[in-house]
C-alpha cells in the first residue's frame, strides 16, 4: 500500500482519483443498478448496522464508489427479503481465492459466452446454477 492511498483519503492524488474514476466507469458498464447503504436497508426493512453486518458477514458485498467514495451494493445482490442466499458461497470461495470485493463483483457481472442464460456468473446463479458457477469460482480463484 502507498503511503497516500486513496482508498483512505478521497482527496488523494490526481492519478489516484482519475485510476478510482477508471475503475467506477468500468463498474457501471458492467453494473446497471447500484444500492447505498441507506437503501439496501430500507429494502430490507433492516437497520444501517444490520446492513454493515451483512457486508462485514459476506453476506453482501459492496465497493467504494463515486465522488463521496461512500459504500455502494450492486442491486442484484439483494432484494426485499434480504441477500441472494445463492450469493454468499461464491462469494467466500473468490475472496479466498485472494479477490478483491471490486474484482469480485467485476468477474459475476463479466459477460462468458460459455453461459447460458445471460452469461454472466450473476445471471445463472440467480436461475439456479449454483454448482456450475461455484465450480468456475474455484478454477478462477484457484
Same mark, same amino acid.
Given at each position: 500500500?502507498?503511503?497516500?492511498?486513496?482508498?483512505?483519503?478521497?482527496?488523494?492524488?490526481?492519478?489516484? +482519483?482519475?485510476?478510482?474514476?477508471?475503475?467506477?466507469?468500468?463498474?457501471?458498464? @458492467?453494473?446497471? $443498478?447500484?444500492?447505498?447503504?441507506?437503501?439496501?436497508?430500507? @429494502? $430490507?426493512? =433492516?437497520?444501517?448496522?444490520?446492513?454493515?453486518? $451483512?457486508? *462485514?458477514?459476506?453476506?453482501?458485498?459492496?465497493?467504494?464508489?463515486?465522488?463521496?467514495?461512500? #459504500?455502494?451494493?450492486?442491486?442484484?445482490?439483494?432484494?426485499?427479503?434480504?441477500?441472494?442466499?445463492?450469493?454468499?458461497?461464491? #462469494?467466500? #470461495? @473468490?475472496?479466498?481465492?485472494?479477490?478483491?470485493?471490486?474484482?469480485? #463483483?467485476?468477474? +459475476?457481472?463479466?459477460?462468458?459466452?460459455? @453461459?447460458?442464460?445471460?452469461?454472466?456468473?450473476?445471471?445463472?446463479?440467480?436461475?439456479?446454477? *449454483?454448482?456450475? =458457477?461455484?465450480?468456475?469460482?474455484?478454477?478462477?480463484?484457484?
Amino acid at each position: 500500500m502507498s503511503s497516500h492511498d486513496s482508498a483512505t483519503d478521497p482527496a488523494g492524488p490526481p492519478a489516484a +482519483l482519475a485510476a478510482d474514476a477508471a475503475a467506477d466507469d468500468s463498474l457501471d458498464a @458492467l453494473v446497471s $443498478q447500484w444500492l447505498s447503504v441507506p437503501e439496501a436497508a430500507q @429494502l $430490507q426493512g =433492516i437497520s444501517l448496522s444490520d446492513v454493515r453486518g $451483512q457486508l *462485514k458477514e459476506r453476506q453482501l458485498v459492496g465497493v467504494r464508489r463515486g465522488p463521496n467514495n461512500a #459504500v455502494a451494493i450492486p442491486a442484484a445482490f439483494v432484494t426485499d427479503e434480504g441477500p441472494r442466499p445463492q450469493l454468499r458461497g461464491t #462469494v467466500m #470461495v @473468490l475472496a479466498d481465492g485472494g479477490m478483491s470485493d471490486a474484482e469480485l #463483483v467485476r468477474w +459475476l457481472f463479466t459477460r462468458d459466452d460459455t @453461459l447460458p442464460e445471460d452469461g454472466t456468473p450473476i445471471g445463472c446463479l440467480l436461475a439456479g446454477h *449454483k454448482t456450475e =458457477i461455484r465450480r468456475r469460482a474455484m478454477e478462477t480463484a484457484f
